[in-house]
C-alpha cells in the first residue's frame, strides 16, 4: 500500500496496535505499509531491521501520531 506522505488516516495503526511506516526515496518519496504490529516491540523490531537497508522508517501508533523513527533520508 503506498499512500501521500502526511496522510493522517493511513499512518493510523490499529486500535492499540502500532503501524511501521516505510518511504521509498526511489519513487519520490511514497510511504508504504510494513505492517501492524500489537506491541510496540514487535513494531520497533520490524523497524530495526528495515532501516538497516538504509531507507526512512516510522512508527505511528493508533491515534496516528508518531512514536519512534529509524534510518535516514540519504
Known sequence: M?????????????????????????LGASNFVIGDFETLLEAKEAATRRAQVGSPIYIYDDEGKLVERYGSWH
Open 2 to 26: 503506498r499512500y501521500p506522505i502526511g496522510s493522517k488516516t493511513e499512518l493510523k495503526a490499529p486500535p492499540k496496535g502500532f503501524r511501521v511506516i516505510g518511504v521509498d526515496l526511489s
